[in-house]
């Protein structure tokens, strides 16, 4: 969800090399939702000149910068009406309160025009309806990638499936976006990852299922979401519910540090055969993290779809983005532009859909892959600079540009 999804309200997201790990990454979650994760080493950005054209929103305090169409780059080769579906389910979730550049109101009367417009005529509405904008001080920024695992696992443990996915216990509260049991009247972080993983909640009933490899549920807590295969061959979806209030640390990063892999080595793969080779070690690597997920089952969602995103809806294959919502509306469109992405050059027209604790800034996001090992392979290699350019109404704008917000 970085989420990554229910919020995936995860973590859901270690240096550039585990970015669609999330540990660069994503999110589904709250941390992701979303992803929780703290990413990899942003590349600088380069600060956008002062256009004669800015505005600021008061209602945000951010610096709006509108732009032509034409002055996006792919803009006419994309296929805009592909993002209908995702766009769709945004407009089908609800507003009941004022959002960071839309009020409630506003939002409905965007919405009613979308779902009265097909996918082959969404670019005319783009063209005439709304303005491109860049939002904040920055021009480019860093897109990594995330993807939804499936993961073989089981309803009972066996010598093989031993390693526990766990539902929230009862005392770990939320207050804002900070998790914790509460303690003295105070909010306070709950047991580490080193502490579940001796067994602080063994005995309690909350095991949802279980997994055969430590290193798949770590990084299942870094996507926040994923799908799970059981013996009988039902498929099931786990989403982020809530974390245990520590603060995320890059276990990549650590791998390093600690001379346990070369700079640019602490991928995915090399993490898990290090744990492999050297149990001992491999848990004091990735007890470094002791931010933890607590997961939910989640029933009854589309099975062509990805999990369910920070804004609450299902995330779309290469049309849902997780950013940072101090910036960037859930629910509005943004047009990337990518040029060096693993799989070529992806200017595309996104959803912002989902947060990840890893994802701060104006020009920060993370790429949806979809599900499965494919889509992780592709996610593991994701990093390249990004520009990022939402698209508000022009009634929006016009409000802002007059100073009636």
């Not at 089981?154 to 996915?165: A, G, K, L, M």
């Not at 309690?204 to 799908?227: C, K, T």
């Not at 960037?328 to 050059?345: F, M, Q, R, Y």
Request: proline share 6%.
């Amino acid at each position: 969800m970085h989420l990554g999804a229910g919020a995936v309200r995860t973590q859901r997201h270690a240096l550039g090399l585990i970015c669609a790990l999330s540990i660069l990454g994503c999110s589904l979650t709250d941390e992701r939702v979303g992803p929780p994760n703290s990413g990899p080493e942003q590349q600088p950005e380069t600060t956008a000149p002062v256009s004669s054209g800015t505005l600021v929103d008061a209602r945000s305090g951010h610096r709006l910068t509108p732009i032509r169409f034409s002055d996006l780059r792919g803009w006419r080769d994309d296929d805009v009406g592909a993002v209908g579906p995702a766009l769709t389910r945004s407009c089908q979730r609800q507003r009941a309160s004022d959002g960071l550049l839309l009020t409630a109101a506003e939002w409905r009367a965007l919405c009613q025009r979308v779902l009265a417009t097909a996918p082959s005529s969404l670019r005319t509405l783009f063209e005439r309806d709304f303005t491109p904008v860049s939002i904040g001080p920055r021009e480019r920024g860093l897109l990594t990638a995330y993807f939804e695992p499936v993961l073989e696992a089981r309803r009972r443990p066996d010598q093989v499936f031993r390693y526990p996915i766990y539902r929230k216990p009862p005392e770990v509260s939320r207050r804002g976006d900070a998790y914790g049991a509460i303690s003295g009247g105070r909010l306070r972080p709950f047991y580490s990852r080193a502490q579940i993983d001796a067994g602080a909640l063994r005995g309690r009933g909350l095991e949802i299922a279980w997994l055969a490899d430590p290193v798949d549920l770590f990084f299942l807590h870094i996507q926040g979401s994923g799908r799970l295969r059981l013996g009988n061959g039902e498929l099931i979806r786990v989403g982020f519910a809530a974390k245990n209030g520590h603060a995320y640390k890059s276990v990549g990063r650590a791998m390093i540090q600690r001379g346990w892999a070369r700079s640019g080595g602490a991928s995915a793969a090399a993490i898990k055969a290090f744990y492999r080779a050297d149990p001992r070690r491999g848990r004091e690597l990735l007890a470094v993290n002791k931010s933890y997920i607590f997961f939910r089952e989640i029933r009854n969602l589309d099975a062509r779809a990805g999990p369910v995103g920070a804004q609450g809806v299902q995330l779309t294959n290469g049309r849902s983005i997780a950013v940072d919502r101090r910036f960037i509306e859930l629910g509005l469109p943004v047009w990337v532009d990518a040029p060096n992405t693993p799989s070529g050059p992806r200017a595309r027209l996104t959803i912002a859909q989902d947060t990840g604790s890893a994802i701060k800034g104006s020009q920060r996001a993370d790429f949806y892959m979809g599900s499965g090992a494919e889509a992780g392979r592709i996610a593991g290699r994701f990093q390249t600079p990004v520009r990022l350019v939402t698209l508000l109404p022009n009634s929006v704008l016009e409000e802002i540009r007059r100073g009636r917000r």
